[in-house]
């Protein structure tokens, strides 16, 4: 909480190399970012502001990183900002061009209990190519908010910087069991009132 009683969120975007996390960061945080040097390592990450409602997020561009086993410093950075900061919420950042490969990392993410919500970018080179993402089926699947985005044209951007605070814990053990085809538990609810998947 801040001082002015505001509720202050911080947010880790994490993701694949180059699938749209600062274009996305540049889009939600605007002119405010300040870049910093990793403590004791050559690597920088971003930091900047986004005010959406009563609440103020600190949004961190968290360097690119294909899972939690780190294999160079940069992605040693990114376990690094996630191991320490276990109160933040989480924007997992996948391209819609390779979701299985984005996939892998949001698992092991989400597996870390911390908040998640996933921003599906690079929707318009998707299309291009004519791979369509069922991202209501995503977010059923994975029990939490799923919004398909495109950083450069800004499109479903609002949306994102909306749903942040429905951000939520994964079940890892109902994702499972969802995968294998269980009946949902009772009471279970996939849609966060994104408007967009028809309450599924
Ligand atoms: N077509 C398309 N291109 C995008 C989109 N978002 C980002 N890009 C482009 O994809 C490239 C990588 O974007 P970045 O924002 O640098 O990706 P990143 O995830 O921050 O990459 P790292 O910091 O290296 O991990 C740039 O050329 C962007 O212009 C999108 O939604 N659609
Ligand atoms: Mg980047």
Redesign the pocket.
Known sequence: MAANGEDVTTVLMI???????????NRMTGANAVVSNYPGTTVDFTKGTLIEGNRTYVII?V??TYSLEPRDAAEEVAVRMLRHRPDATVMI?LDATRIERGLYLALEVMELGMPCILAV?????AHEKQITVDTAELQRLLGVPVIP?????GEGVRSLAEMLRKARVADVMDISGRLKGDPPAAGGRACFGCGGCGGR
């Open positions: 993701g694949n190399p180059n699938v749209g996390k600062s274009a996305l960061f561009d360097p690119g950042v970018n690079m929707i318009d080179a985005t495109t950083a450069i044209s």
